[in-house]
């Protein structure tokens, strides 16, 4: 009777379920049974909910697109997204091309521009055709302030020597260091056209090529190269027998001489000094052109025995990081920065009134000169 009563409940149990799905679906049955009904009914009733409110028109312009309205919003977002562009590009572009550049960011003195007429020839002596930056060049075009005295970068280079007679506040720098952060910046053509400049006032000029490492300034003024500095250094011939007479009167060169396999330890031994030395009472500038200050350290190491450094910016170009590394490499040394000059200025583009009032002045000093001539 035992097994019997919990069969029985078993059987009750499962009885249950089965009648609870049985309901269920009942249910169900007789909802859709009922939604039936009313869809069948619905679609028996037909209502007529259509009249008409406005006749149609002919239309007197096309409804799209709409010409005026897109080109003006194209006009909008162009100008937007140029705009836009352009002060994204400005932002990546990290280098130096104004001298609010070089005096608030670099924060060293700025002495002045140097158009890009003078930097059609660059330090690399390598190339063919006469291209900007080739050893083909002729000494004339690379000294512009012999060639054409009368133009923009002619006047530049004399800006730039009265900048660097009163960049010290109690004497103008008698030993004067022209280097650059990064290669081919233009130190060459700015040292030999600033020498020139200050020959023509007056002075006694002497320019000694201390870049023992890729030597031009020998090619500048067309002389050898087979004894200089290198030479004096190394004990193998004296400071008069290195010296040559220019062409031009008042500037003196010193080559460097050919290359040895240390240039950084001869120019870093006593001797340099004791050349320097030797050299400073008999002339009354003496400007010292110098390979690049990241590239090696030469510049770094002569620059303890100057008076002041002359840093040279290649306009649009040089990255401002780049400089920033040669002037703490110099500053480290304690070295006096005299100023740094912007090499390669486009003056069309950047617009200084000076040069460009100075260039129409002997422009229309030229162009009086040519009716003249025309009317004999």
Not at 7 to 32: F, W
Not at 104 to 130: F, H, Q, S, W
Not at 216 to 230: A, E, Q, Y
């Amino acid at each position: 009777q035992k097994g019997e009563s919990f069969s029985l409940n078993e059987k009750a149990i499962d009885y249950s379920v089965l009648k609870r799905d049985a309901e269920s679906t009942q249910q169900m049955y007789d909802l859709v049974i009922k939604r039936f009904k009313e869809t069948s009914l619905t679609e028996n009733i037909r209502t007529g909910n259509i009249r008409v409110v406005d006749m149609a028109e002919v239309p007197r312009e096309p409804v799209k697109p709409k010409k005026t309205q897109n080109v003006l919003l194209g006009l909008i977002v162009g100008l937007a997204l140029g705009i836009g562009l352009a002060f994204f590009l400005e932002y990546l572009d990290n280098t130096v091309k104004t001298p609010d550049d070089i005096k608030l960011r670099l924060k060293i003195p700025y002495l002045g521009p140097v158009p890009v007429l003078a930097m059609a020839a660059t330090d690399n002596p390598g190339g063919k055709g006469g291209k900007p930056g080739t050893g083909d060049r002729k000494p004339e075009e690379d000294l512009i302030t012999i060639g054409s005295p009368k133009s923009t970068a002619s006047e530049s280079y004399r800006g730039l020597r009265t900048s660097i007679l009163f960049s010290a506040a109690d004497a103008p720098p008698r030993t004067i260091l022209v280097t650059s952060a990064a290669p081919s910046e233009g130190k060459t053509i700015t040292s030999a056209n600033l020498a020139v400049a200050m020959a023509q006032a007056g002075n006694k000029i002497l320019l000694i090529d201390c870049d023992m490492r890729r030597p031009r300034m020998h090619r500048v003024f067309n002389i050898p190269r087979d004894r200089g500095l290198s030479n004096i250094l190394a004990g193998t011939c004296g400071i008069d027998e290195t010296i040559f007479h220019t062409t031009i009167p008042g500037v003196d060169i010193i080559p460097s001489g050919p290359v040895p396999p240390n240039p950084s330890e001869m120019l870093g031994s006593q001797s340099m000094l004791k050349v320097i030395e030797a050299l400073r009472g008999r002339y009354d500038r003496i400007i010292i052109d110098s390979p690049p200050i990241t590239a090696v350290t030469d510049s770094v190491i002569i620059s303890r025995w100057v008076d002041g450094v002359l840093l040279v910016v290649r306009a649009g170009e040089t990255h401002r990081e780049i400089i920033k590394n040669g002037i703490g490499l110099l500053q480290s040394a304690n070295a006096h920065i005299l100023g740094a000059i912007l090499n390669g200025v486009d003056m069309g583009r950047d617009s200084y009134y000076y040069y460009q009032y100075y260039y129409y002045y002997y422009g229309e000093d030229v162009e009086k000169k040519k009716k003249v001539h025309r009317k004999k």
